[in-house]
């Protein structure tokens, strides 16, 4: 809970851009998710580090997500002030081959940028759902290409909103589905991205075909998170779970997707605990039959069901 003068300073700053107690079910992919202590949505950046501030100044502990399109939230919800950036949205090309784009820009804009300006080199996040925030943090991708291809640097500011930092790529480590050794609780503010110039329609229909292909392989009109596990070196987690029999296996209304088995969907009103059933299940199934520990690539997030407030 937030006392009431933290919650005054707080609305003080943001107005009708923060909620209390709102819930998270509302900003995930996956429907689900308690209550947060307050979920703002700054105007800009100079708001974001002014929240920030305050967070620091009352001891409040905060949460950057993008889109919610990698998370599992369990029902008892977050003590922290969740920041939503996506009112930090802007793109703008900077030189023949960079673009720089704010972290709250969904995939869908980035990829229309891209369309209108005839510039390829992105084609392989337009089926990626999220934010550019997300997709760095997550160094989200397919099989070929990934964000630490087109990164060239990012700004971050650091937890308390007071100093703004540029890290060049050479400064950055990615690993699969992961960035690591920014200062702890630095939030993505932008990125500049590598881009070659291209022919419109060139973009266009590469764009098309990744999407095709997804439509056809993944239950895109579902409520998932994606990927549930990370892939072990060398094999697919989808086939190791399709392998030891569980496409299909349900929990409540959540189930191992009879379309592709490393996607978790919410067929209506599933609820965290069901999915991280699904998951043990899937883990403990998959280890039984070939010795191989999955480990997940959705960030579990919050007090895990039954856990004491
Ligand atoms: C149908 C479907 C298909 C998918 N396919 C793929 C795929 O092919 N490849 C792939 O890689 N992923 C895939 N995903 C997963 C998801 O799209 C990516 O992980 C994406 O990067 C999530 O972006 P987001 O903005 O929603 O981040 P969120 O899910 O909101 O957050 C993910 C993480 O990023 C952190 N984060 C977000 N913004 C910032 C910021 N500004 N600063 C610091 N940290 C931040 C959050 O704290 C969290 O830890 C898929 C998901 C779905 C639902």
């Known amino acids: 809970m937030i006392d009431p003068e933290a919650r005054n300073a707080l609305r003080e700053c943001l107005g009708a ?3 209390f107690d709102a819930q998270l079910s509302r900003h995930t992919s996956l429907r689900m998710g308690g209550p947060a202590d307050a979920i703002a949505t700054p105007a800009d950046r100079e708001e974001l580090c002014a929240l920030l501030g305050l967070c620091a100044k009352y001891a409040l502990p905060t949460l950057v997500i993008g889109a919610g399109f990698n998370l599992l939230v369990g029902e008892e919800g977050l003590r922290s002030v969740v920041i939503r950036l996506k009112k930090l949205r802007r793109i703008e090309r900077v030189s023949d081959d960079l673009i720089s784009v704010e972290a709250g820009a969904s995939h869908a804009t980035i990829t229309r940028f891209c369309i209108d300006n005839a510039l390829s080199g992105l084609e392989f996040g ?10 760095l943090a997550m160094n989200a ?5 990934e964000m630490k291809d087109v990164v060239r640097e990012i700004k971050i500011v650091g937890c308390e909103g007071k100093r703004v930092s540029r890290i060049p790529r050479s400064m950055l480590e990615f ?12 939030i993505i503010l932008s990125a500049k991205l590598q881009v070659e110039e291209s022919d419109r329609a060139k973009v266009q229909s590469e764009i098309d075909r990744l999407l095709a292909h997804r439509q056809s392989t993944q239950p895109t009109d579902t409520p998932s998170c994606g990927s549930v596990f990370r892939n072990p070196p060398g094999q697919f987690a989808g086939q190791l779970i399709e392998a030891a029999g569980l ?5 409540g209304a959540a189930e191992i997707s009879s379309v ?3 996607f978790i969907v919410n067929h209506g009103g599933a609820t965290a605990s069901d999915v991280l059933q699904l998951i043990e299940r899937a883990r403990e199934a998959v280890e039984r039959e070939t010795g191989i520990r999955l480990e997940t690539e959705v960030q579990i997030i919050g007090r895990s069901p039954g856990e004491d407030s």
Request: without cysteine.
């Open 126 to 135: 337009a089926g990626i759902p999220g934010t550019l925030g997300g997709w």
């Open 141 to 145: 991708g397919i099989g070929v290409r």
């Open 17 to 19: 851009r923060i909620e």
């Open 260 to 262: 592709h088995a490393n």
């Open 175 to 186: 690993g699969y589905r992961e960035l690591t050794g920014l200062p702890a609780s630095a």
């Open 247 to 251: 496409k299909g296996s349900s929990v």
